[in-house]
């Protein structure tokens, strides 16, 4: 086996860790810190259910950001629809046999990438246009997007541009699963994009994508109100109720 | 006529464009330093300390520990610039750093400097900052340039609510030393003397004793305001400025007709005479909580069966949505009612009961449009339905008034603008800032004022109503334009009718 195969298989292991634990980790801190007041930004649901309801609003169709600008929630939309189909799209790398849905669903990932990167690029341009955007944009804001639109681009060029032996590289897939590694073909497009992908993976728990998990930790939307019904309490702030207790 | 201040009135836009970025707009804008014994009375050091740096990092990371809010809004934001035009601030001043993600950022910039790998091994790249005096500096003018409002996080994907990080950054400024003169003395005199205005007991009696005289002069009718009468079926808790300040006054006397007409028993406390719980603006816990203990206490003493709070927007919010945490369980109150209560919805129940009589024609010389006070329409609700905190202060005000007209439904509602006088900066210091931030809702009050004849803008809340008293003027309105609810209420009800 290659040296080349086995960096890569080593850099993927690597990734999925970083990825798995930093986020796991993260998610366990947010779980366990307090909410020591009840902050749902009202009008709020006032049940559970409601609350469920207000977030699969906010994660499915960005209720919030639509109330708040079109220009952003269409680039929003585009890039993350288009993510979540090409995500389900390249599901056919690690399947043998490939699933029905994810048999649908490749016609549809093909568009989906295009989407992806339009997306993005006008998130991007907005970080120059707008210049309310430009004075909130540190670097890290721009490499995120130059990584995100470089890995749709070695993506889609792999389609139409310098197509890879993708059945080579389904084995590789197969074989990082399997733990049974098999050769990576060596197209630097290809190893582009798998590298940026990785890379990605590595920084997801140490930047904003953390908005991923938050977006579900967010006590301004994800709590009920019911406080007149309900008396909510911190641990850390119920001492302060034993020390004066009238 | 107001004063010609030294700096520009911002005019009316004609399109709602949104402004120009001046860059240190507002850097000469902060409230002044609190004097050391504000501070030592609330348990903070009188100055800032020698070590201040390490001590207000620490603090930051005791916050990240007690509130899931502040972390999980520190980390989740993307910069997508969604909330950036959406502050009264920087409509009103067109500073950058009054936008809500770059306030945000001052607090944000020191987090991930200490508390983020990325922050600690390449701060340059995303913009992690040490703690250092310039960064103090930012934090004192900007942090107090928030009024807490919430309209930001409205906007937000996430939810990110500006408040939570200007509340933290209050708090952990408070801890090194550097509190502002304004909350810390009034919180000193809550504690010493139970209300934010320091008016003594006799005072109070006085007060409440002219009121039943003038209410009987105008109207025949002894209606009574009592003060600390034991055994009373309902405390009232209200804003200190409704026992003096105009239009404030006017309300509770409306609070007094409408308890008299329905026959209830009621009183206010001496011990808690105030409704207001400034330590929410200095986002102090404990603060907040030795206030609100205030409230258990007084209605012990006065053995009373249930709690109603005046008309008080960020009053209301701890009220509605904290009071319980703070100072619950309330379970010796009697449970057929909410507790606590808003005088809004016990005036509402009561119309809807039929239980008080208004006649809607002896305000037939106004037309109404309404403010939805921040605080009440994004951090509380009223009644038993999602969004009664707006139906039930304009069904009160329809069933006092015949012509009501709402503003821009982008102003109103979840979307409401600030006064621009709340979270703790109704002080003339912040006057330039006051003026600025009432930009937004002036602008919509004119458009209703032009096209619709408005001629009076209610409010539920005392800082509101203060706020706008001071500032319309100098948008060319006049200052008695804004009225309580109650003062509608006051007008129209029908005093002994319903014996
Ligand atoms: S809207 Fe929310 S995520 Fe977007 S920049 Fe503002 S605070 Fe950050
Ligand atoms: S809470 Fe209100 S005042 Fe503060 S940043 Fe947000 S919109 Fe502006």
Redesign the interface.
């Known amino acids: 086996m290659s040296g080349l195969t086995l960096a890569y298989a080593l850099a993927f292991y690597f990734a999925v860790v970083v990825l798995v634990v930093g986020v796991a980790f993260k998610i366990g801190q947010f779980w366990t810190t307090p909410t020591p007041l009840k902050i749902p930004l009202m009008p709020a649901p006032m049940t559970r259910k409601g609350v469920g309801f207000r977030l699969a609003r906010e994660v499915i169709y960005f209720e919030s950001l639509f109330k708040s600008n079109k220009w952003i929630w269409i680039f929003a939309v585009l890039f993350h629809a288009g993510l979540v189909l090409v995500v389900l799209r390249h599901l056919r790398y690690f399947t043998e046999p490939v699933w029905f849905w994810v048999v649908l669903v490749q016609p549809f990932g093909i568009y989906a990438g295009f989407a992806m990167v339009a997306g993005l690029l006008g998130l991007w341009a907005r970080r120059f246009v707008v210049d309310r955007i430009r004075y909130i944009s540190s670097l890290s804001d721009h490499l995120m997007l130059a990584l995100l639109t470089l890995i749709g681009v070695s993506g889609l060029m792999m389609k139409y541009v310098a197509r890879t032996d993708i059945i080579a590289l389904k084995a590789f897939c197969l074989g990082l699963v399997r733990f049974d590694l098999q050769p990576l073909p060596s197209d630097p497009v290809l190893l582009l994009h798998m590298g940026l992908v990785a890379l990605l993976m590595i920084v997801f728990p140490f930047s904003k994508l953390l908005h991923v998990p938050g977006v579900f930790f967010s006590p301004s939307r994800n709590q009920v109100d019911d406080a007149r019904e309900k008396r909510h309490l911190a641990p850390w702030a119920a001492k302060l109720d034993t020390q004066s207790k009238i | 006529m107001a004063k010609t201040p030294e700096f520009e009135i911002p005019p009316f836009r004609t399109e709602l464009e949104?402004p120009?970025?001046v860059e240190g707009a507002m850097a000469h804008c902060q409230p002044f330093i609190a004097a050391p014994e504000h501070n030592t009375d609330l348990g903070f050091p009188g100055e800032l300390v020698d070590n201040w740096e390490m001590k207000a990092v620490e603090k930051l990371g005791d916050l990240?520990?007690?509130?899931?809010?502040l972390?999980?809004?520190l980390?989740?934001?993307?910069?997508?610039?969604?909330?950036?035009?959406?502050c009264h601030y920087f409509i009103g001043t067109g500073d950058?750093k009054n936008?809500p993600?770059?306030r945000q950022?001052l607090l944000r910039s020191v987090y991930r400097r200490y508390f983020?790998?990325?922050g600690k091994i390449a701060p340059?790249?995303?913009?992690a900052k040490d703690m250092t005096k310039d960064v103090l500096d930012d934090w004192y003018k900007y942090f107090h340039q928030c009024s807490q409002c919430?309209r930001c996080?409205?906007?937000?994907?996430?939810?990110?609510?500006t408040a939570?990080i200007s509340m933290a950054a209050r708090d952990i400024m408070d801890h090194i030393g550097l509190g502002t003169k304004y909350n810390n003395e009034i919180l000193g005199k809550v504690h010493k003397i139970g209300n934010n205005l320091g008016l003594p007991e006799n005072a109070l009696i006085n007060t409440m004793e002219g009121l039943e005289e003038d209410v009987e002069d105008e109207t025949g009718i002894t209606v009574r305001f009592p003060v600390d009468k034991k055994g009373a079926d309902v405390l009232l808790v209200t804003p200190s400025a409704d026992f003096f300040a105009e239009p404030h006054v006017d309300g509770l006397i409306g609070y007094a007709k409408v308890f008299h007409q329905a026959g209830i028993n009621w009183t206010v406390s001496s011990h808690a005479s105030e409704a207001a719980n400034f330590a929410m603006f200095i986002g102090s816990?404990?603060q907040m909580?030795?206030v609100a203990?205030r409230i258990?206490?007084a209605a012990?003493d006065l053995g009373v069966k249930r709690v109603i709070f005046g008309e008080c927007g960020h009053a209301w919010r701890v009220a509605?949505?904290?009071l319980?945490?703070l100072a619950?369980?309330w379970d010796f109150l009697d449970p057929k009612y909410?507790?606590?209560q808003h005088i809004l919805e016990v005036t509402y129940d009561l119309i809807q009961r039929g239980a008080i009589n208004l006649d809607a024609s002896a305000n037939d010389d106004k037309v109404l449009t309404f403010h939805d006070s921040c605080n009440v329409?994004?951090?509380?609700?009223m009644g038993d339905v999602?969004?009664g905190?707006?139906i039930i202060p304009r069904e009160v005000i329809k069933a006092s008034v015949n012509k009501f007209v709402d503003m821009n439904p982008d102003t109103t509602h979840?979307?409401t603008f600030c006064c621009g006088g709340g979270g703790g900066l109704l002080t003339d210091d912040l006057m330039e800032l006051r003026i600025k931030g009432a930009l937004p809702r002036m602008e919509a009050l004119k458009d209703v004022v032009d096209n619709h004849g408005v001629t009076h803008m209610a409010a539920i809340c005392a800082i509101c109503k203060s706020q706008f008293a001071k500032v319309m003027p100098y948008y060319g309105f006049p200052m008695d334009m804004i009225v309580s609810v109650h003062q509608l209420v006051s007008d129209a009800i029908l005093l002994g009718t319903k014996e």
């Open positions: 949104n120009a970025l990240l520990n007690k509130n899931r809010a972390r999980v809004y980390d989740s934001c993307v910069k997508c610039g969604a909330c950036t035009d959406k950058p936008m993600v770059a950022d983020t790998l990325a340059g790249l995303v913009g919430r996080a409205v906007f937000c994907p996430y939810g990110i609510d939570e816990y404990e909580h030795k203990q258990r206490q012990l509605y949505s904290f319980n945490t619950g369980p909410p507790k606590p329409a994004r951090a509380t609700r999602e969004g905190q707006f979840e979307k």
